[in-house]
């Protein structure tokens, strides 16, 4: 599971503030029933599927371009609350006439809601933590087409080819290490070696249940072959003893505080602990032209039974407008996604990094990951 903050239980599906799926009765896994009476008390307030004012556009519009949001829409999130909710408050203090309700859970098991609920789902709009679920979704015919304007806005490396997700932010697999332990100039460039070097035993760490861990999988056995990567885990295992964390946080932490000299993870946890500590003992490397340093987003997809598709895409319109962009750079230390706005953090920029080019839409098999993952003893 991933991390949660104290305000969300781990292990079980739960709800937003408004606290919807509470006020019915009803869990996540019977929910389909509900979602013809759920259709009847919300309107989609919008004509059509197009922008309600301006549409959105790479250069960055603003929400003063943009039209209304109005109504309630319903959101599966396996972006953990902590990392999004403020977005979503922010746009629910904007808009007097519009409500969020979101149900916060793993990715896993929000994927496998949806697959179970099909077409009933109750969700208008499913938000994750990274592309590999999005591509699962589109593979199981569950995600709508976006409007142009959005499909055209965004870098095609950054969305679904074919325009039925989009990423939202993104992120890049990094080489988290104590400064006190370790020179960035020292470290390898060759995610491989961080499996091999006697350096690293009993000192490193990942965290195998995270989705952009397991797309982190997927790449490796696309670009590397499955042999080769299974020896890779194996040997994370067996050979360095890897310690294996459940939260980004707390692993980029340990690092920060020495418990830890060397991490696997996304390079925006430790930008944020630099963005409120900048001595912190911290910083992060790059692996070159390898899985190491996959860029990854965080996405969007509409999906094909919402109530109010409309609304939901004006919402996407609002994540990639300037303010939701500049959200993910200043409060998550995450990259941008749109041309119009500068990722201005503590970390290298993208350009800097070069990170792997690799087809987003390759990564939705984390079923076999997963099965890989138990058969080599890190699950």
């Known amino acids: 599971m991933p991390e949660r903050d104290d305000a969300t239980s781990i292990g079980s599906s739960t709800i937003g503030r408004r606290r919807f799926l509470a006020a019915t009765g009803v869990s996540v896994a019977g929910i389909s029933g509900l979602a013809g009476c759920l259709g009847g008390a919300r309107e989609d307030p919008f004509d059509d599927y197009g922008p309600q004012r301006s549409p959105v556009e790479a250069s960055a519009v603003s929400w003063d371009d943009l039209g209304d949001l109005e109504g309630e829409l319903v959101i599966y999130s396996a972006r953990t609350s902590d990392q999004i909710d403020l977005l979503f408050e922010k746009l629910e203090d904007e808009y007097d006439d519009f409500t969020v309700t979101v149900d916060y859970d793993d990715e896993g098991d929000q994927l496998a809601s949806l697959l179970e609920e099909g077409e009933n789902s109750p969700a208008d709009l499913f938000y994750t933590q990274s592309s590999g679920e999005l591509a699962r979704l589109k593979q199981e015919g569950l995600a709508r087409e976006l409007p142009d304007d959005i499909v055209d806005a965004v870098e095609e490396n950054y969305r679904d080819s074919d325009g039925q997700w ?113 001595d912190a003992p911290i910083d992060v490397t790059f692996t070159r032209n ?86 080599e003893g890190m699950l």
């Open 166 to 278: 989009t990423g939202a932010s993104g992120r890049v697999r990094a080489v988290q290490y104590n400064t006190d332990h370790f020179d960035g100039d020292d470290l390898p460039e060759d995610i491989f070696a961080y499996a091999e070097d006697e350096r690293f035993r009993d000192v490193i760490s990942t965290r195998p249940n995270s989705g952009t861990f397991r797309s982190f999988i997927v790449a490796m056995i696309e670009e590397e072959g499955e042999e080769r990567t299974r020896e890779w885990v194996r040997a994370m295992v067996d050979d360095q003893n890897a310690t294996l964390y459940s939260g980004g946080t707390e692993q980029a932490e340990a690092v920060a505080n020495g418990e830890q000299e060397i991490a696997l993870g996304n390079q925006y946890y430790a930008g944020r602990i630099l963005e409120n500590d900048p």
């Open 290 to 375: 390898d899985p190491g340093c996959l860029f990854n987003v965080s996405g969007i997809a509409i999906l094909e039974g919402a109530q109010t598709p409309n609304l939901a895409a004006e919402f996407t319109r609002h994540i990639l407008a300037g303010e939701g962009q500049e959200f993910f750079v200043e409060a998550n230390g995450e990259y941008p996604i749109l041309e119009g706005v500068d990722y201005i953090g503590d970390l290298p920029t993208l350009e800097e990094i070069n990170p792997l080019e690799f087809d987003l839409n390759k990564l939705g098999d984390t079923e076999h990951v997963n099965d890989l993952l138990r058969e």
